[in-house]
């Protein structure tokens, strides 16, 4: 890629400039309390940050949360982000109420050298997310003046064609952050050519949502594990009756297809911890996976299933992991996703945390995330890119 780099930016001098930032800040917040519960995509980007506020740049971040639906919403304000960057960043952060607006425009004004400042949420503006290009370019034509020069360290939003994403870097010089560098770095290695046996871990809810990939992986890896969700579509694929469990009925057949073209590179699960119901305190049992009764919905892999994806993974020299393999914010049902992460911890291998709830449940879980040789901060973006799809956001910094 013909990319500029954060260094090349820093190379020219920053001080005195004011550098618009584009961020994925997109945290979890308690629904009661609006705290922060898991700072790691603030952290992410603290690299990128600390080398501008350092070289005395007048930094100006934007970022979206949530999805709200194109005007402000207070529970989807960035607030409490502002405040978290700030302890992070060991300074305060000026706080604007608006994205393009007046307040905006004030507190961009009034930023001293070295000093950081928060838009709020961009997705309160209905340009942000517009798929109409003039629509989404007017509003890219107000958020562009309130820099110098433009920094692209939101990997988890570089697959959306939104206007800080896509269209700003068109009105301004532009670079790629710290963060989104490293992301692509990383991912070019598993695009590349990994060092083999290479084995991809999949989990998550549904086979709809990772088939592109799994059509993309399958010629490519040596074997494919497949937990969660969507584990269930296969085994109904398998004749298996899947009891109350989350099922595609509509996806079963191109599963059939495959499994019969992967020969025996698709690993699926041999048990399964299955539950009366949806719910943390549940009754529950470790069954076949050609056993599940059917009034039962599986919720988690079982014991067995852990120590055969551990054997596979036990020999890997790379490997890449996305999405859970149960319910594993449910105590009850956590231990499959914690027991292949501690083998993917364990491996002597690359291994790669393909973001989303993956990353969520090595924090979750409270894992040591240095056990893992990258942990990804965009689970869509990261999917994309093994697709092969060209990412809005990558192109647009390649211009």
């Not at 302890?87 to 961009?108: I, K, M, N, P, Q």
């Amino acid at each position: 890629m013909s990319i500029r780099t954060l260094d090349d930016l820093l190379a020219e001098g920053v001080s005195g400039r004011r550098v618009l930032v584009r961020a994925d800040l997109n945290v979890p917040l308690d629904k009661q309390t609006g705290d922060i519960t898991d700072d790691g995509r603030i952290r992410a980007v603290l690299p990128t940050l600390g080398a501008l506020v350092e070289a005395g740049a007048k930094v100006v971040v934007c970022s979206h949360l949530g999805r709200p639906k194109g005007a402000p919403d207070p529970q989807f304000s960035l607030r409490p982000v502002a405040g978290r960057l700030g302890e992070l960043l060991g300074s305060r952060v000026h706080f604007a109420t608006d994205t393009v607006g007046e307040s905006a425009r004030a507190a961009v004004e009034a930023l001293a050298d070295g000093e950081v400042a928060l838009l709020e949420n961009l997705r309160f503006n209905k340009g942000e997310t517009s798929k109409d290009d003039a629509e989404r370019g007017a509003f890219a034509d107000q958020l562009a003046p309130l820099g110098d020069a433009y920094v692209d360290d939101a990997f988890g939003a570089v697959h959306r064609k939104h206007a800080s994403v896509h269209d700003v870097p068109a009105r301004l010089p532009h670079v790629a952050g710290r963060l989104v560098l490293r992301e692509v770095e990383v991912l070019s290695k598993l695009t590349g050519e990994p060092e083999r046996p290479y084995v991809v871990v999949l989990g998550g809810s549904k086979v709809s949502d990772k088939l592109a990939v799994i059509e993309a992986l399958l010629p490519t890896v040596d074997r494919l594990l497949i937990g969660g969700g969507m584990c269930f579509t296969f085994l109904k694929a398998q004749g298996h009756e899947v009891g109350s469990s989350l099922l595609e009925e509509e996806m079963v057949e191109t599963c059939r297809n495959l499994l019969e073209r992967s020969g025996n590179k698709i690993l699926l699960p041999v048990d399964v911890v299955a539950a009366d119901a949806f719910a943390p305190d549940a009754a529950h049992d470790t069954v076949p996976a050609d056993g599940i009764p059917s009034k039962r919905v599986g919720l988690d892999i079982g014991p067995e299933t852990v120590a055969g994806f551990a054997a596979a993974l036990k020999g890997a020299r790379t490997i890449f992991w996305n999405g859970p393999m149960g319910v594993f914010e449910m105590p009850a049902f956590a231990h499959g996703t914690r027991g292949v992460a501690e083998a993917i911890a364990k491996a002597d291998a690359f291994t790669v945390v393909g973001g989303g709830d993956s990353a969520a449940a090595v924090r979750a879980l409270g894992l040591d995330e240095s056990a893992f040789g990258h942990i990804s901060t965009g689970g869509g973006a990261s999917l994309e890119y093994l697709e092969g799809k060209t990412l809005p956001g990558i192109a647009a910094l390649e211009n």
